[in-house]
């Protein structure tokens, strides 16, 4: 059976052009090439795996289901699709790219030794909150593509006028970005959709401008449909995201990943926060003389 599964596989590869993902970067390169196109539970089983490889690498398959919001055969399923005889053999890959690589497979660090702080019941709130913000801080450090920074910076630098597009828990980094950019002089505007005018903010775009979206899975927000207005108009787009099957880059001339680390049900933002506060810096720092 499970030669016979694996024969069904390799076809299905060479249907849609693309080998075996032995690496988890393989496997990035094929869920990002558009290679493969996934029904909507499997596409959620994908952006969960991209966004938890520490996960996918130590959790089992029950485990792992409840967290992804999908059933332990859509596990499997999703694994067959990609040309695996079964789930091990895709977990195999994720238990080798975090071997010794994120920080979370680190000793974490101890609380401080207060007796009095460690009985309180908030404090493993705030440890676990900070825990989680460090974590995402260390992961940029380790995984941030530089060529991608470099051009989503390039393209800011080169524009106009910078529109910054976020909501819901993007909402409070692109607010900061906007408050920081007019701080350090250069023209920007913040679509806050009040009113409900973010369609009309974002019409008045041109080719000399430039979007930075940001959004985050399961990208249930408005954000990818201003960024698409935007990119109509002619105006470039780059983003700041979380996932290579995160709308936004198909929509962007550049992007960035930053995977935020989760603690009782809720991600930090601090990561993105930094990242973003890079990008205006260096836009600052390579900003065209016309616009200082």
């Known amino acids: 059976m499970a030669a016979q599964k694996a024969m069904i596989g390799a076809r299905r590869r060479e249907a849609v052009g693309y080998g075996l993902p032995k690496t988890y970067e393989d496997l990035r390169a094929v869920l990002a090439s558009g ?8 596409r959620q089983v994908a952006t969960f795996l991209a966004q938890h490889p520490s996960e996918m690498a130590v959790g089992t398959v029950s485990s792992i289901a409840e967290k992804s919001g999908v059933k332990p ?10 040309g695996y005889s079964g789930f091990s053999d895709l977990q195999g890959i994720f238990k080798q790219y975090v071997t010794g690589s994120w920080p979370e497979q680190r000793e974490r660090l101890s609380p401080p030794d207060h007796a009095a702080a460690s009985k309180d019941p908030n404090f493993h709130l705030v440890v676990g909150l900070a825990n989680a913000s460090m974590q995402s801080l260390a992961r940029v450090a380790e995984t ?12 800011l630098a080169e524009a ?7 909501s819901k828990r993007a909402f409070p980094v692109t607010t900061y970005l906007s408050l920081a950019l007019a701080q350090l002089g250069i023209t920007n505007i913040l679509i806050d959709n009040v009113g409900s005018t ?19 899975s399961p990208y249930n927000s408005i954000t990818p449909e201003l960024a698409a ?32 680390s989760e603690f009782g049900g809720f991600r930090s933002i601090a990561a993105t926060i930094a990242v973003g506060m890079a990008v205006v810096l260096a836009v600052a720092k390579n900003n065209r003389p016309s616009r200082n």
Request: a negative charge; hydrophobic letters at 55%; proline letters at 5%.
């Open 229 to 260: 207005a935007a990119a109509e108009r002619g105006t470039p787009v780059v983003s700041i995201t979380d996932s290579v099957l995160s709308p936004l880059v198909s929509l962007s001339a550049a992007w960035i990943e930053v995977i935020e």
């Open 198 to 216: 973010a369609f009309a903010q974002i019409g008045c775009t041109t080719p000399r401008d430039a979007v930075l979206a940001i959004s985050f």
């Open 73 to 82: 055969s859509t596990l499997v399923r999703f694994a067959q699709t990609l």
């Open 35 to 42: 290679a493969m196109h996934l029904p909507k539970r499997l």
């Open 144 to 155: 941030i593509d530089l060529a991608g920074f470099a051009a989503v910076v390039k393209a």
């Open 160 to 166: 106009e006028v910078i529109y910054l597009i976020g």
